[in-house]
């Protein structure tokens, strides 16, 4: 007798554990498939995690497995251990991390692989002949398939025959039917950088040259690379590489459909052997593009943040382009981070994993120096120009409040709009960045100073010129825009806080010639939307793009001379203690826009703040100098990554009970901490309303735990677990460690 242990996907703790069933004889089974078990008095789906021929559970109680799901294996034996990991390392339950690692379709039997009816001969060509002599439409299809089969739909559409006639051949056993897999194919552009490697720039081969030799050695690498400096043929050398060694790869872009260029550049390069997954694809797709990694047609995969659990086998390197960004973190359980995963899997397999940036995150680069224990550290690599010595873009900072003294009300500086002429004039063309959509961020009355605030959150309502509404962005509640002051009934409404609306309309104004392009979640709803507006600008068809921080990212266009950060203090007010890391980020990433091909570039940073630390360090485009006052106010105030920022969400349509629940599980965790000897911990624990006290009419409380990084967060982390737990309907609560804000 054959037994298996499965884990059956259902996410609750009390069913996180391995049931034991009976394997027929009619099926194999092994480790990592898929099956359909008897459960209670359900059917589910479970994963084998081992078979064995003995068992400790009594013969009574045994239930043999109904159905084995696909015939190959699901999850890699390296995967099912990983989700071990998961599971003590993010406390989540074996489901959960199970399911992270496989496309959502393929549980619950809802996606299969699309076949095509192929029609062959069946019989001699010339007896086939002999048999349709009378029926011409019959005869044509003989014909047709002398030299081999068709597909059904080929022979409808070329010969516009009926399907009766088909059926007929099939009747007198001239034809037969038979069902072929074909692939459902992702679109794709090549990024325009053609299909061959360039030769490496010396600092680029030496970089190259480092990676490879230590690619054996499970080992992280920080691969920082200033903008242009040229990361993305670093790694395509040293997939290369890999591919040399018949091992696979998996490069993790923050979000697909913002980089659709990079994609194509590796498609372009790899063509076949490459595979992308993401959640842009249709679920056929995506399906088909596993299927491929999975059967290991494909070794080079390139994906968004779950890719990093793509069932490549034996796996010789992932890299994580910008590194440095919150989409790496999954706000779901389990929330895992990427490069963890990464670190985990590049480690199992003696690979080696490269995170890549022009702006590291403090918390890579913070591992990256000497003081830090040998098993945590990361290497430090560079690249500290651009390819070919490009100059790197010459950077101006404009102080909005001068000018407003000098009567300038506009939202553009006289300097950028000077700048935007010229670059219109010179046939060139400009990026400009704003990191807010709709027209106005908020509106509100001149006389009383009433804003108008979503009445379902607490958050004022932006302004979108398109159908002259007022927008929710959190709760996507709509009202049209009131003629007169709510509160006051006087005329006087004012706009203000400029969006990406405002200034495509503001460039039309100044510069009516210029075609504008706008990219923003408005404008990229519609699948491959970021594609083609993208693909339309790189065509030159478009003078500007306008965009929010989806433009910041990875963008390549020789053509553009001139970066215009609008209003660089956007995401420097926002309550968060990375607002100054953000803001750091986006504009040095911006800024590379720039110049980065033979036309140098300029980029022109207007704010309201221009002694901060994150505008001046990302004005010298200085890393370092934005590294060392970051660590500095982080280790001042006590924040990640010197702590660990553990919160709840408590959230309810009932203000009191959800305040009353956030005090309770205060005193819980308080008693909790004290039971377990953990006080040493915990830095503070306090509750308080959010910062958005509610949305989607529910109120929003909040418990912060700052606690010391070390040996005890898990532990903390499993008190606070167990609080969540026992939500009940009346409040929710959400866990969240690290989490991406503090809103
Ligand atoms: P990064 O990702 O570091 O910002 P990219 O990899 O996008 O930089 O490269 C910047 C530009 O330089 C691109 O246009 C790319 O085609 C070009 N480039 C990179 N390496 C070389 C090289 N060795 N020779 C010529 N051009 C290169
Ligand atoms: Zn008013
Ligand atoms: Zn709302």
Not at 57 to 76: A, H, T
Not at 231 to 258: D, M
Not at 610 to 616: G, L, T, V
């Amino acid at each position: 007798m054959t037994y298996a242990s499965v884990i059956v996907d259902l996410t609750a703790q009390a069913v996180d554990r391995e049931f034991t069933y009976v394997v027929p004889d009619e099926f194999n089974v092994s480790p990592g498939d898929m099956v359909l078990v008897p459960f209670g008095n359900k059917r589910l789906e479970g994963f084998v995690t081992s078979v064995s021929e003995t068992t400790d559970v009594p013969q009574g109680k045994l239930k043999p497995i109904r159905k084995k799901l696909f015939e190959q294996s699901v999850i890699l034996p390296e995967l099912l251990e990983l989700a071990g990991y998961m599971r003590s390392r993010y406390s989540c339950t074996n489901a959960d991390a199970l399911r992270s690692m496989i496309p959502a379709q393929l549980r619950g039997g809802r996606i299969r692989e699309k076949t095509v009816r192929y029609v062959t001969l069946n019989v001699d060509y010339s007896l086939a002949l002999e048999r349709t002599h009378r029926a011409p439409a019959q005869r044509k299809v003989v014909e047709a398939l002398k030299e081999g089969g068709r597909t059904s739909a080929e022979l409808f559409s070329q010969f516009d025959i009926a399907p009766a006639v088909l059926s007929a051949l099939k009747e007198k056993g001239v034809i037969g039917f038979s069902a072929h897999a074909v692939r459902r194919e992702p679109l794709h552009n090549d990024g325009g950088r053609g299909n061959t490697d360039p030769v490496l720039t010396d600092d680029q081969q030496f970089v190259a040259d480092r990676l490879i030799k230590e690619m054996g050695e499970g080992q992280t690498f920080l691969l920082y690379g200033v903008t242009g400096s040229g990361k993305t043929e670093v790694y395509i050398r040293l997939i290369r590489e890999v591919i040399k060694q018949q091992k696979s790869a998996i490069i993790l872009v923050p979000e697909i459909s913002l980089t659709p260029q990079t994609v194509g550049w590796f498609h372009a390069r790899f063509g076949d052997l490459s595979a992308v997954i993401h959640s842009g694809l249709s679920a056929g797709e995506r399906f088909d593009e596993w299927n491929r990694i999975r059967r290991g047609e494909a070794k080079v995969v390139i994906g968004a943040r779950s890719a990093v659990f793509a069932p490549v086998q034996q796996l010789g390197a992932i890299i994580v382009d910008e590194e440095h960004e919150a989409a790496y973190i999954s706000e779901r359980s389990p929330r895992y981070d990427a490069r963890d995963i990464a670190a985990w899997r590049v480690q199992k397999n003696s690979g080696v994993l490269v995170l890549g940036s022009a702006t590291p995150s403090i918390q890579s680069f913070m591992r990256t120096s000497p003081k830090v224990r040998p098993e945590n550290r990361i290497q430090l690599l560079e690249l500290d120009k651009r390819v070919h010595n490009r100059p790197m873009p010459q950077t101006q900072l404009i102080d909005m409040r001068s000018e407003l003294l000098e009567g300038n009300r506009s939202i553009f500086s006289s300097c950028l709009l000077k700048e935007l002429k010229q670059c219109m004039k010179n046939g060139q063309q400009a990026i400009l960045f704003i990191n807010r959509r709709g027209h106005s961020s908020f509106v509100s009355c001149r006389k009383c100073g009433y804003v108008v605030k979503c009445p379902n959150c607490d958050v004022a309502m932006t302004y979108h010129l398109n159908d002259r509404t007022l927008k929710c962005h959190y709760c996507l509640n709509e009202i049209p825009l009131p003629g007169t002051c709510p509160e006051c009934a006087s005329r006087f409404i004012k706009f203000f806080g400029a969006g990406t609306q405002k200034i495509e309309q503001e460039v039309k104004n100044f510069i009516p010639e210029a075609r504008v392009i706008r990219m923003d979640a408005d404008t990229t709803s519609t699948k491959d939307a970021h594609a083609k507006l993208l693909d339309s600008f790189a065509k030159h068809e478009a003078d500007v793009l306008v965009g929010t921080q989806m433009i910041a990212k990875g963008l390549d266009f020789p053509n553009v001379t001139l970066v215009g950060a609008v209003a660089a203090d956007t995401t420097l007010n926002l309550p968060d203690f990375r607002s100054a890391e953000r803001t750091f980020q986006l504009l040095t990433q911006v800024a590379g826009r720039a110049g980065r091909d033979k036309l140098p570039g300029k980029v022109i940073i207007q704010t309201y703040t221009p002694d901060h630390y994150a505008i001046q360090c990302a004005l010298r485009q200085d890393y370092r100098a934005f590294y060392h006052s970051e660590v500095l106010f982080r280790k001042r105030s006590m924040y990640p990554p010197f702590t660990v920022i553990a919160r709840l969400v408590f959230l309810s349509k009932d203000k009191c009970g959800c305040q009353n629940t956030a005090n309770n599980a205060l005193n819980e965790f308080k008693s909790q901490v004290e039971e377990l000897g953990l006080a040493g911990t915990v830095l503070s624990v306090t509750v308080s309303e959010a910062p958005i006290k509610r949305i989607r009419e529910e109120f929003r409380f909040q418990l912060i735990a700052k606690l010391f990084s070390g040996s005890n967060v898990d532990l903390i982390e499993g008190v606070m677990h167990r609080i969540e737990q026992k939500s009940d309907d009346s409040v929710k609560i959400e866990m969240e460690i690290n989490p991406n804000n503090l809103f």
